[in-house]
């Protein structure tokens, strides 16, 4: 048992949304500038789960699409992933490399999509360790090509060894123009999240 | 859909016809389908760990494979099945990653040998599987025939 699972308070979830939130929008400015288009982001809904019920969070478990995953390794143990539908992947191709014809197993397109989990991933982070004053450093990206259930099957998996609960925090973002959409999934495991809310009351002198 | 019985991640569930049982997108977790064909009961139990003797929280039988099978059993035959009449498929223990480079197996390989040393233990002969490798599935099960239907994204369905 996990006390920090029980005591959360209203307090502490506001502000692992807020560093969330700061994360998410740091990296889709990335995106967005190495598109050159607009991109609109939701604020992050946060999850305290067990790790069992996050698939039904996510949703579309049978949905194919392009997963990006990241480890997040250091002070703070983790995954984050980008999960983008086909056609997003290949449009964000387009409109990098000027292809009209995208296929997303060619190494070029995949090695572009690889480089595009490091800079989401890699922003994410970065903002995230700033803000915490906290080591963290990320794992090269993983590709996968398959279904929403099965990439976030054996993340959750390797996690469930560990621990029991994960933070799952799902920003969804949508490029202005509504042809590229995608969603970032961040998940912390349940030790993390104990470091994460010391943090914050460090910060905020709320030693709850 | 409405036939269809899902089966979440470290769940379980039992049925008879006309009912089907799924479970979706498995990647290195198992989904175990045990069927007796004599009564027509079909179970299916979605295992996510090999053994419960490493884990913390120990509530949740279904989660993994030494307890999950046990327990699967139990409820088919609260449905007036019999152990000595089932037949056993599995499916999943793929490995979609790897960012640990020094465990020598992976937790889709561990599961998929747990899972056949408990139908062994067991005695429940395991007639087709669909396992390993790097992609997922998603897994119906028929209550009327036993017919395991697995999906893939991209390697095409097949029927064992």
Same mark, same amino acid.
């Given at each position: 048992?996990?006390k920090?699972?029980?005591?959360? =308070?209203?307090?502490?979830y506001g502000?692992?949304?807020?560093?969330?939130?700061?994360?998410?929008?740091?990296?889709v400015?990335?995106?967005?500038?190495?598109?050159?288009?607009?991109?609109?982001?939701?604020?992050?809904?946060?999850?305290?789960?067990?790790?069992?019920?996050?698939?039904?969070?996510?949703g579309g478990?049978?949905?194919?699409?392009?997963?990006?995953?990241? $480890?997040?390794?250091?002070d703070?143990?983790?995954?984050v992933v980008?999960?983008?539908?086909?056609?997003?992947?290949? =449009?964000?191709?387009?409109?990098?490399?000027?292809?009209?014809?995208?296929?997303l197993?060619?190494?070029?397109?995949?090695?572009?999509?690889?480089?595009i989990?490091?800079?989401?991933?890699?922003?994410?982070? $970065?903002?995230?360790?700033?803000?915490?004053?906290?080591?963290?450093?990320?794992?090269?990206?993983?590709?996968i090509?398959?279904?929403t259930?099965?990439?976030?099957?054996?993340?959750?998996?390797?996690m469930?060894?560990?621990?029991?609960?994960?933070?799952?925090l799902d920003?969804?973002?949508?490029?202005?123009?509504? $042809?590229?959409?995608?969603?970032?999934?961040?998940?912390?495991?349940?030790?993390?999240?104990?470091?994460?809310?010391? $943090?914050?009351?460090?910060?905020?002198?709320?030693?709850? | 859909?409405?036939?269809?019985?899902?089966?979440?991640m470290?769940d379980?569930?039992?049925?008879?016809?006309?009912?089907?049982?799924?479970?979706?997108?498995?990647?290195?977790?198992?989904?175990?389908?045990?069927?007796?064909?004599?009564v027509?009961?079909?179970?299916m139990v979605?295992?996510m760990?090999?053994?419960?003797?490493?884990?913390?929280?120990?509530?949740n039988?279904?989660?993994f494979?030494?307890?999950?099978?046990?327990?699967?059993?139990?409820?088919?035959?609260?449905?007036?099945?019999?152990?000595?009449?089932?037949?056993?498929?599995?499916?999943?223990g793929?490995?979609?990653?790897s960012?640990?480079?020094?465990?020598?197996?992976?937790?889709?390989?561990?599961n998929?040998i747990?899972?056949k040393?408990?139908?062994?233990?067991?005695?429940?002969?395991?007639?087709?599987e669909?396992?390993g490798?790097?992609y997922?599935?998603?897994?119906?099960?028929?209550?009327?025939?036993?017919?395991?239907?697995?999906?893939?994204?991209?390697?095409?369905?097949?029927?064992?």
């Open positions: 048992m996990t920090d699972i029980d005591h959360l =308070t209203e307090f502490q502000a692992l949304e807020e560093i969330g939130n700061i994360g998410m929008e740091n990296a400015t990335s995106l967005s500038k190495m598109l050159n288009h607009d991109i609109k982001v939701n604020i992050p809904k946060l999850n305290l789960e067990k790790i069992e019920n996050v698939p039904q969070h996510v478990a049978e949905t194919i699409v392009l997963g990006l995953l990241v $480890r997040m390794e250091g703070l143990q983790g995954y980008m999960l983008f539908p086909i056609d997003s992947a290949k =449009t964000i191709c387009q409109i990098i490399t000027g292809e009209e014809d995208v296929d197993t060619d190494d070029m397109n995949s090695s572009l999509m690889n480089e989990a490091n800079i989401l991933a890699g922003t994410y982070v $970065r903002s995230l360790a700033d803000f915490l004053k906290v080591s963290l450093t990320i794992s090269t990206p993983y590709s090509h398959d279904m259930g099965a990439i976030l099957d054996q993340i959750l998996v390797e469930s060894q560990q621990v029991e609960h994960s933070l799952l920003t969804e973002f949508i490029v202005e123009d509504n $042809r590229i959409n995608g969603s970032i999934l961040t998940l912390y495991d349940t030790q993390s999240l104990e470091l994460l809310i010391q $943090r914050i009351d460090e910060m905020t002198g709320s030693g709850v | 859909m409405s036939n269809m019985i899902i089966v979440g470290a379980c569930a039992v049925t008879v016809p006309p009912k089907k049982l799924t479970t979706l997108g498995l990647g290195s977790c198992i989904g175990i389908a045990l069927y007796d064909p004599h027509k009961v079909a179970g979605h295992i760990l090999p053994s419960i003797k490493q884990a913390r929280s120990q509530e039988l279904a989660k494979a030494d307890t999950g099978i046990p327990h699967l059993v139990g409820q088919m035959e609260e449905l007036g099945a019999v152990k000595r009449r089932m037949e056993a498929k599995i499916a999943g793929a490995s979609m990653f960012f640990n480079k020094n465990s020598n197996l992976n937790i889709g390989e561990r998929i747990a899972t040393s408990m139908l062994v233990e067991m005695n429940i002969p395991l007639i087709a669909d396992v490798k790097n997922g599935r998603t897994i119906v099960l028929d209550g009327e025939n036993g017919v395991l239907f697995v999906k893939s994204a991209l390697k095409g369905n097949i029927e064992i």
